[in-house]
């Protein structure tokens, strides 16, 4: 099993910034993609950043040039800052990591921490 904890949320103003961790823990042989999704009240989960072993890092459209995704390899753990923060980002954010352990691959999902950005 692997475990995804994830760190950083709260309650911002509008303009003001944010940076998210996630760490995966548990059996781990590889990790293939490890990111961000987020879900806003009455809305489905869309992806905001995402780095894959394949292609490198990819953005939502609505946060390409304010968000960054970053990752640590040595330390299993992704970072997600955020910046110019506005109140249409408000939502729970999840961690995701697409992992093969030492035996297939599995897709596993944080617990979700809130964003909230005020105008």
């Known amino acids: 099993q692997v475990q995804l904890v994830e760190s950083g949320g709260g309650l911002v103003q509008d303009g003001e910034s944010l940076r998210l961790s996630c760490a995966a823990s548990?059996?781990?042989?590889?990790?293939?993609?490890m990111g961000w999704y987020r879900q806003a009240p009455g809305k489905q989960r869309d992806l905001v950043a995402v780095?894959?072993?394949?292609?490198?890092?990819k953005y939502a459209d609505s946060v390409k040039g304010r968000f960054t995704i970053s990752g640590d390899s040595s330390k299993n753990t992704v970072y997600l800052q955020m910046n110019s923060l506005k109140p249409e980002d408000t939502a729970v954010y999840y961690c995701?990591?697409?992992?093969?352990?030492?035996?297939?691959?599995?897709?596993?999902w944080g617990q979700g921490t809130q964003v909230t950005v005020s105008s």
């Open positions: 995701y990591a697409a992992v093969h352990d030492y035996n297939l691959q599995g897709d596993y």
């Open positions: 548990g059996n781990i042989f590889v990790i293939n993609a």
């Open positions: 780095i894959t072993r394949a292609d490198g890092p």
